[in-house]
């Protein structure tokens, strides 16, 4: 099925809320209601409940990454801790870290605060490593989390068997700082929870044009004096911002649930989050249901940013996907896959992600979280709050804060240099598998 996993399991369809029907006035205008405009509309309200804040969305809260991901909420980066401290600082780096790890549990509190059912399990995350080169880099990243005061175990053989029962495990690492959650679960428990608070939703209203005070759509303009990019892979369609990110897709595939014969022998018993330490990157989860969700990357870069439905589904990925999760665990063999999905992530020149606000203008944004962003908008609302009400914290001097990354290359270099990038992290792998 094309449909997604989580679609499926979180009811099925919506009706969708009401369009923007005329013009508006408030003090905070956020372009979308994926998490990182529900996130900042959940903290704007908590920081000041009388703050006027409306969400405009093109298609229905949670339809784009926030809704199809994989339920990662980890600490995860994904600019290396060394590459901060080049850029900011040792300690800036720490900082930055720290507040990822913390802010994994504080959506789960929040889950639980707001009655969001969303099947947050904090089992932490497995980096299986399978070959002798995935081995060394399980050593090395290890190593590296301790020099900068972070827990990252190290795995033996048979202590990593035991957490994930995959094949040719050598060891691996556990990370506690992940949960698994059922992504479209907490978009929409988000979206119901900040409607209680009094900010408004406007579905299928896309946005035209984002200008300083204003958002114009075609049904009518919200003024403000504040203006929230909340669009991740979307925004290349924005006017002005064809190049601020590049969308990538990621494709996902689910098993029917298992038998508890099947679970006994892999493992996961605390639904633990795992990958393998491949240069491509690959990502799974035990859901709640008792079904083998996974996902990775592999599917091209579409010429000038472009964005369609059919892009969601790319046989060829989804195939490999199968393939590489019956490789991982063969007693998967005969088992039946019951959904085939996909989306776009935003992926910022320097893999960088970043939340600001130009208060001249009153335009601000956050994004470009490479796919790590469950927990990260979490972080990205917290801290554009802070911005918007004008309170200096911790978070605002974090430093992915008014970080402004460069534009990608225009076309066709843009396409030529994404793809080859693609071909090569694959063909380095398979060079890899042929030396173990």
């Given at each position: ?11 099925g ?10 013009d ?16 900042t ?42 590459k ?13 870290q ?23 399990a904090?089992?932490?995350?497995l980096?299986?490593a ?8 399980a ?127 892999t ?28 996902g ?41 896959f019951?959904?085939?999905w996909?989306?776009?992530l ?29 927990a ?61």
């Amino acid at each position: 099925m094309t449909v997604s996993l989580w679609r499926d399991t979180a009811g099925g369809a919506v009706a969708p809320r009401p369009r923007l029907s005329g013009d508006l006035d408030v003090d905070v205008a956020i372009v979308g209601a994926g998490y990182t405009g529900l996130w900042t509309a959940y903290y704007l309200r908590r920081a000041d409940p009388n703050l006027r804040v409306a969400i405009v969305e093109a298609e229905q809260a949670g339809f784009g990454a926030s809704g199809r991901n994989g339920g990662w909420c980890s600490g995860l980066l994904p600019v290396s801790l060394p590459k901060l401290e080049r850029r900011h600082g040792r300690d800036a780096a720490v900082a930055f870290q720290a507040a990822m790890n913390t802010t994994v549990d504080e959506v789960g509190k929040v889950a639980a605060a707001e009655g969001i059912d969303c099947d947050f399990a904090k089992g932490g995350s497995l980096g299986l490593a399978r070959s002798a080169r995935q081995w060394h880099e399980a050593r090395a990243e290890a190593a590296q989390a301790a020099a900068y005061g972070f827990e990252l175990e190290l795995l033996g053989p048979a202590e990593a068997r035991a957490r994930c029962g995959a094949t040719d495990v050598h060891g691996g690492t556990w990370n506690p700082h992940c949960a698994a959650l059922h992504p479209l679960k907490l978009a929409r428990g988000l979206a119901r929870t900040i409607e209680r608070q009094g900010v408004p939703i406007y579905e299928k209203t896309p946005a035209l044009e984002l200008a300083p005070g204003a958002v114009r759509t075609a049904y009518g303009t919200v003024r403000a004096r504040f203006v929230v990019r909340a669009t991740e892979g979307y925004t290349p369609g924005l006017p002005g911002s064809r190049r601020a990110v590049v969308p990538i897709y990621s494709l996902m595939v689910a098993t029917a649930p298992l038998p508890d014969s099947f679970w006994a022998r892999t493992g996961l018993a605390a639904r633990e989050t795992f990958t393998d330490l491949r240069r491509l990157v690959i990502y799974g989860q035990r859901t709640a249901d008792g079904r083998l969700a996974f996902g990775g990357r592999g599917a091209p870069y579409h010429f000038g940013s472009a964005v369609r439905p059919s892009y969601d589904t790319a046989p060829r990925v989804h195939d490999a996907l199968r393939h590489t999760l019956r490789e991982l665990f063969p007693a998967l063999d005969g088992t039946e896959f019951t959904h085939a999905w996909g989306g776009p992530l935003g992926i910022a020149r320097d893999w960088h992600p970043s939340v600001g606000l130009d208060r001249a203008t009153g335009l601000a944004w956050a994004g470009g979280y490479v796919g790590d962003g469950v927990a990260a908008t979490n972080l990205a609302g917290q801290t554009l709050a802070d911005l918007i009400t004008g309170h200096e914290t911790e978070r605002t001097a974090l430093p992915w804060v008014n970080h402004r990354s460069p534009n990608w290359e225009p076309e066709p270099l843009r396409w030529l240099g994404i793809n080859a990038g693609l071909r090569g992290v694959v063909a380095l792998d398979a060079l890899s598998r042929l030396r173990s």
